[in-house]
T-cell receptor
């Protein structure tokens, strides 16, 4: 069963604004990853944060992880039209390599 | 980064026929590959874990006789949708787990759009 839930389900912002997406999960994890998917395409790995990390940065991306609340957030700063895509969080179980994906957030950045 | 290809990218078939989808790791070896299914505007759902040289492990609710998986080499896994029906229409995505990297590094293919008429 899907254990990651994202909110909002859809987000529409103006170019230059920041976009924040949240993800919650239910069980213990080794790490949490964020992926981007352009319409009808495969997944692009954005960033991985381990269970013992609280925050991580990569370019315009900032990810936080709160294991006590079983939640994560992805912040995209200074958004661009090219950031328009679906964003998914994925968690792995503490055992095994399987990823469980959240429902995703559809981000639309208007120019 | 590591590259995974899928073939075909799109396929349309008639109801009752079987369709084979290939997943290849182009520049790495993968003892483990994963197959996912994605419905429009929905998330990815793991269907099965494909292990080179052994039987695939299917997730609960996925019919193993319907979705045949073969992982005959360290660079190729195939998914065959047997006796396809319109409800099997979906976007199928595979991923590969490189032998040499950690357990949390999956590389995804571009997906295959299956339409069953």
């Amino acid at each position: 069963s899907q254990q990651g839930e994202e909110d909002p389900q859809a987000l529409s912002i103006q170019e230059g604004e920041n976009a924040t997406m949240n993800c919650s999960y239910k069980t213990s994890i080794n790490n949490l990853q964020w992926y981007r998917q352009n319409s009808g395409r495969g997944l692009v790995h954005l960033i991985l944060i381990r269970s013992n990390e609280r925050e991580k940065h990569s370019g315009r991306l900032r990810v936080t992880l709160d294991t006590s609340k079983k939640s994560s957030s992805l912040l995209i700063t200074a958004s661009r039209a090219a950031d328009t895509a679906s964003y998914f969080c994925a968690t792995d179980m503490e055992y095994g390599n399987k990823l469980v994906f959240g429902a995703g957030t559809i981000l639309r950045v208007k120019s | 980064g590591a590259v995974v290809s899928q073939h075909p990218s799109r396929v349309i078939c008639k109801s009752g026929t079987s369709v084979k989808i290939e997943c290849r790791s182009l520049d790495f070896q993968a003892t483990t590959m994963f197959w996912y299914r994605q419905f429009p505007k929905k998330s990815l759902m793991l269907m099965a874990t494909s292990n080179e040289g052994s039987k695939a492990t299917y997730e609960q609710g996925v019919e193993k006789d319907k979705f045949l998986i073969n992982h005959a080499s360290l660079t190729l896994s195939t998914l065959t949708v047997t006796s396809a029906h319109p409800e099997d229409s979906s976007f199928y995505i595979c991923s590969g787990l490189p032998i040499t990297s950690g357990p949390d590094t999956q590389y995804f293919g571009p997906g295959t759009r299956l339409t069953v008429l």
